[in-house]
């Protein structure tokens, strides 16, 4: 199996824990704000991620180097979590899902800065008409634009930082290491912004199982993201993300009553479309 093909496998774990996310992320925003959920989840973090780093054996990769990148890493990471949690409390779950997929366009503008990546014609083919679809399914008016969506589309650069560089740091250090480092420095991060106004809300008996839900589908997602990014190119991995919004569209359908038209599914169908051709160009090209 060719590493193309092992990080697409690795999307599709990163694909249900970020739907996770979402489902778990709307349930226990009337208890918190984002500030307070992004600080509980990592604090959570931090024992998961020590405790799975010691019974594998893995903590002594726990280390102190490229502290400087981590932090740039996580603080994009930080701004667009926050941003994408309140954007799921006001506008519908397709939406927001389809304007954080324009993510793959700032990745493929930071990627030759940052990674020294080359721009293939499939790429830029595969970015572009993947946001054809996106295009589709929000058929966004320049009167109508909320700060929900607003929030939505900064929260896809954000992510779009964050990919790049821990794309930068897969080549220089371990997994268990940029976990540790996301888990840490999001708390201390989210402790500060929670904080401010010395008033942090504890989570309710109801909530917290929510609040373990994000903080477990959190890691597992920026396992299998991070592992795909480490396979392969940045600009292979994100667009493959795309395919979480017919799947998210259904969720929103199914549990919160949100409308979905025709269009959605055309929408889908083109950025599937993307992906696959993507995908079949780079795995021809792949060295056996």
Not at 2 to 24: D, P, V
Not at 153 to 158: D, V
Not at 192 to 204: E, F, H, Q, R, V
């Amino acid at each position: 199996m060719s590493n193309i093909l092992k990080a697409s496998l690795w999307m599709i774990g990163a694909i249900l824990s970020f739907t996770s996310m979402a489902i778990a992320g709307r349930a226990v925003s009337l208890d918190l704000d984002t500030f307070e959920i992004m600080m509980y989840r990592s604090l959570i973090g931090i024992m998961i991620v020590l405790s799975v780093s010691h019974i594998l054996g893995t903590r002594r990769q726990i280390e102190r180097s490229n502290l400087g990148l981590h932090f740039l890493r996580n603080l994009a990471h930080f701004t667009g979590q926050n941003l994408w949690f309140f954007a799921l409390t006001v506008i519908p779950l397709a939406q927001v899902f389809a304007l954080e997929f324009t993510s793959p366009i700032w990745v493929l503008l930071l990627s030759p800065l940052v990674l020294q990546e080359r721009l293939s014609l499939n790429r830029v083919l595969a970015a572009l008409i993947g946001f054809i679809g996106i295009l589709i399914v929000t058929r966004p008016e320049a009167d109508n634009l909320s700060f929900g969506q607003l929030a939505a589309a900064l929260a896809a650069i954000g992510f779009a930082g964050s990919a790049v560089f821990t794309r930068l740091l897969t080549r220089k250090t371990s997994i268990t290491n940029i976990l540790f480092w996301l888990t840490l420095m999001q708390a201390g991060m989210g402790l500060i912004c929670a904080g401010y106004d010395g008033d942090i809300a504890l989570p309710s008996l109801e909530s917290l199982p929510w609040v373990v839900l994000i903080s477990v589908a959190g890691l597992v997602a920026h396992f299998c993201l991070t592992t795909a990014l480490g396979l392969a190119p940045a600009t292979v991995v994100i667009p493959i993300d795309f395919t979480r919004l017919p799947v998210i569209a259904l969720v929103g359908m199914l549990l919160y009553q949100e409308p979905l038209d025709g269009f959605v599914f055309l929408g889908a169908l083109i950025i599937f479309a993307a992906n696959y051709t993507n995908i079949w160009f780079e795995t021809r090209k792949a060295p056996s």
